[in-house]
């Protein structure tokens, strides 16, 4: 990233940051600005982020073993070919932020006593881990975001996450020669990125469809749980090409173009996929249970948005609908900000953007 050129300090307050999701084979990157100066705010969004630039790369696949990036070199010289030829408009700072997939992440609600110190609901937490996560607590980075207070007491979200793939994620911006600011799993950059829409006010569901899994998540002005589930694109792919004897190629045209909507194979691909879905739709039932029971149903939950590249598939939200009985809409990352003059990706490529473009939106105030 040598070639990075230092614009935005000298027009904008805070210190820029750009988003880096990397992914099972390829990275994409983002990067947008609150752009204060415009005042015509569109219809489904409530801020006005103006995109500086955007673009993406593949790498071999092999450079990331269950979440820890093993061959840290291959990432950074295929992003040395993006930030040199491949991008969309420019980024323009070193600082970056980045996701932790969310199945190799640990998270629980918890509920402690109000009248706990600091050093107390510290301690409390870790007990918490040490008792309910399969990993050594001294293998483990955790943090933790206060919920809300009750008459029970204190909540609080908790995520864990292995020091193994956050040490690999450092050693792999220090060689690219990027400043790491921000760590966070992708349901958080999925929820940023919601909690720009005009819709976000009512309880929702969020799903986020990955390739190799799905996370979803309860979003009532923040998230409020989260749970992940083996399923997404590429499993989807590779499931269709194993049942219908067709090659991963093959598959992956089945999949983009008819998906699970009418066509002469809609009973192979439907009957192939249900096992997926039905976990995917299990879970997503456990967690509306729990909802209800832990915060009632005074505030029941109104729609589940859809978004990540997994969910381009024809049919799934239709699916979902059917299966649920709530109403289903896709999120579309392009929303939320003004492009001005560059390039729109294709419409089915999109969608791989939405972890990217959320942590893009992060805001540089809250970094520090």
């Known amino acids: 990233m040598s070639n990075v050129h230092q614009k935005l300090p000298y027009l904008y307050k805070d210190k820029p940051l750009f988003g880096m999701d990397i992914g099972n084979g390829s990275l994409k990157v983002m990067q947008t600005v609150l752009d204060s ?3 015509d705010k569109k219809q489904s969004s409530k801020t006005n982020n103006l995109l500086v630039g955007y673009g993406s790369c593949h790498f071999d696949a092999k450079a990331i073993n269950d979440g820890v990036v093993v061959s840290p070199e291959i990432i950074a010289e295929s992003a040395k070919k993006l930030f040199t030829n491949g991008l969309f408009g420019d980024i323009t700072t070193r600082r970056v932020a980045l996701t932790i997939p969310s199945y190799r992440t640990f998270t629980r609600s918890l509920m402690l006593p109000p009248s706990l110190s600091n050093k107390e609901m510290k301690e409390a ?6 008792q309910y996560i399969p990993v050594p607590i001294d293998k483990l980075y955790i943090d933790f975001e ?18 193994e793939i956050v040490d690999s994620y ?12 921000l760590i966070e799993t992708t349901m958080n950059a999925a929820c940023r990125l919601f909690s720009n829409d005009y819709q976000s006010d009512v309880p929702t569901l969020i799903i986020d469809f990955g390739s190799l899994s799905s996370d979803i998540s309860i979003f009532d002005v923040k998230m409020l749980t989260m749970g ?10 590779k499931v ?7 090659t991963p190629q093959e598959a992956h ?21 249900k096992p997926v879905l039905d976990q995917i739709i299990k879970e997503i039932r456990r967690l509306i249970r729990y909802y209800e029971e832990r915060y009632g149903q005074d505030r029941p939950i109104k ?9 381009n598939m024809p049919g799934l939200n239709e699916y979902l609908t059917d299966s649920l009985r709530l109403a289903v809409r896709p999120c579309d990352p392009w929303q939320y900000m003004s492009v001005h003059k560059l390039r729109l990706p294709t419409r089915d490529n999109k969608q791989m953007y939405a972890t990217a473009a959320g942590l893009s939106m992060a805001n540089p105030k809250e970094v520090f």
Do not use: C, H, W
Not at 303 to 311: A, E, H, K
């Open 240 to 246: 269709i090409s194993d049942k219908l004897g067709v």
């Open 125 to 130: 937490i870790s007990m918490e881990a040490e």
């Open 253 to 273: 045209i089945i999949k983009t173009r008819y998906g699970l909507n009418v066509s002469k194979r809609q009973k192979e691909v439907r009957d192939s996929l």
């Open 228 to 237: 992940t589930v083996q399923g997404g694109g590429e499993i989807f792919t």
């Open 303 to 311: 729609q589940l948005v859809t978004l990540g590249g997994g969910s």
């Open 37 to 39: 100066q415009k005042n």
């Open 170 to 181: 450092m050693d792999l911006t220090a060689i690219m020669g990027l400043e790491a600011v």
């Open 146 to 163: 206060p919920l809300g207070k009750s008459s029970a007491g204190q909540e609080f979200l908790m995520v864990a996450v292995p020091k």
